[in-house]
């Protein structure tokens, strides 16, 4: 019958050898059995494995991995001894060559499969130089094993606390104050909180990293005291000489928020100075910033490469979020104007652009959408317009805001591939041809990859 399903050739609980041919975008192994598409959860390319099916739909099976018979010579030993059952990195099974080559296929098979463009144009991603110890925020969850307070990351798909005392990717801060909170959690008989009962108090211990290694904590509880506020703060300050700033978080809503709205400073400064690309910004617990700022310089110097300004332009930031991106496009534009849908966001990139001395930079609270037609009416018109939206990619309203502007260049920078190359399609017949895509890794051992591309307008490709 037309549109029909082959019979499905697998069971749950049987047991299948197949050969691996790919990675999916969650790191999952991805093979065929009898023509049958199942996807196994540490199974790497060039493998031939045993997998037992654990569940079954009508175009695909997944199935958890119970031996390796041909292992791939790409395959190394997880650096995190609770890899196999926490959900933070995907792909430490692979060795860091190999990891780069995968998020390559990722991102040009996205260029070519969904944006219609040739393979070719996907440069190498470039490599982080420290690909463990990288990131500068933290967020572990608080749980109960066997009668002692535990913290830990959740395990993938889940919200089952997975118990460390140390992330491998991780600075050396945040795996201090890991240690810290939970060895005073038990000294002080702090219940962690009970999503399921409602109980308890103490949901998520946050740590910031900021220059010179300072380090900002934030104690999330789900009631409206901290327990043993005092002794926080004493032996917080001996254990970790590090320590600048200490707060104190309710989060009493049941949900995937971390941070609630009441916050309060027990103990430093409210901020934490942070660098990229020889700016300094003041974080706070609610502010975005790049969680590994060694890669995010690489990926902000490649946008500006790309935008090629001379210090002439006008160019618009559509997403700018706290303003990172186009205060450093600030220092080699003549007018940067970042645009930004969420208010709290533009505050804080008003006050990043005072505090580096950058007068010729405006920031507006509004739908890019809406705002930049207007802006084009009043007169304005941008030679460079840069978009960093989220994993959801730009809204048909921006996509086509940004093409009836009609600058010279669009600087494209996303964290999703696939609708990265969606936009890039919907661009083409704005106007916009793709010409280059530069991968960044900016989170190795994970599956995420980011990448900086430049769409130029048809009329000023040279030929």
Not at 23 to 44: Q, S
Not at 401 to 429: E, H, K, Q, W
Not at 438 to 451: A, G, I, K, N, S
């Amino acid at each position: 019958m037309s549109g029909s399903h082959p019979a499905v050739p697998v069971s749950a609980g049987e047991d299948c050898t197949l050969s691996i041919d790919d990675l999916g975008i969650h790191g999952e192994g991805i093979g065929k059995y009898e023509g049958f598409t199942l996807f196994v959860p540490g199974a790497l390319p060039g493998e031939t494995v045993r997998a037992r099916v654990t569940l079954v739909k009508k175009s695909y099976a997944v199935g958890t991995l119970t031996d390796i018979l041909t292992p791939a010579p790409e395959r190394t030993a997880p650096a995190c001894p609770v890899y196999a059952d926490c959900g933070g990195c995907q792909i430490s099974h692979l060795t860091y060559d190999s990891q780069l080559q995968a998020k390559w296929r990722r991102a040009a098979g996205a260029v070519a499969k969904i944006g219609g463009y040739p393979a070719e144009i996907v440069r190498p991603v470039l490599a982080a130089p420290h690909p463990f110890g990288y990131r500068n925020k933290m967020a572990v969850p608080a749980g109960t094993f066997h009668g002692r307070t535990r913290l830990g990351y959740y395990r993938q798909g889940s919200h089952d606390v997975i118990p460390t005392l140390s992330c491998a990717i991780q600075q050396d801060a945040n795996n201090r104050l890991l240690l810290f909170a939970e060895t005073f959690l038990n000294q002080h008989g702090i219940a962690p909180y009970d999503e399921k009962t409602r109980t308890g108090c103490v949901r998520h211990i946050m740590g910031r990293v900021g220059d010179g290694g300072k380090l900002m904590a934030v104690i999330v509880t789900a009631t409206a005291e901290l327990p043993c506020e005092k002794e926080w703060i004493r032996e917080m300050r001996d254990a970790l000489p590090e320590l600048v700033s200490l707060y104190h978080n309710v989060q009493s809503r049941p949900g995937n928020v971390i941070l609630g709205p009441k916050i309060r400073c027990l103990w430093g400064r409210k901020t934490l100075a942070a660098s990229l690309c020889g700016l300094t910004f003041e974080v706070s617990p609610y502010s975005f910033f790049q969680v590994n700022p060694e890669q995010a310089e690489v990926l902000y110097d490649t946008a500006l490469d790309f935008a090629a300004l001379t210090g002439k332009e006008t160019v618009i930031d559509a997403y700018c979020g706290t303003g990172t991106i186009s205060l450093c496009l600030a220092r080699k534009a003549r007018r940067v104007i970042g645009i930004e849908i969420v208010p709290d966001a533009i505050r804080d990139a008003k006050k990043n652009s005072r505090a580096n001395g950058i007068a010729h930079a405006e920031f507006y609270a509004a739908d890019a959408g809406r705002l930049m037609p207007k802006l084009y009416e009043e007169g304005l018109t941008p030679d460079v317009i840069v978009c960093d939206p989220v994993r959801a990619g730009c809204s048909e309203e921006v996509l086509r805001a940004a093409a009836g502007m009609r600058p010279r260049r669009i600087v494209y920078v996303s964290c999703n591939p696939a609708t990265f190359a969606r936009d890039a399609a919907r661009l083409r017949p704005l106007g916009y041809t793709l010409v280059k895509v530069q991968p960044v890794d900016m989170f190795p051992q994970t599956t995420h990859v980011e990448l900086v591309s430049l769409l130029v307008r048809e009329d000023k490709i040279l030929k």
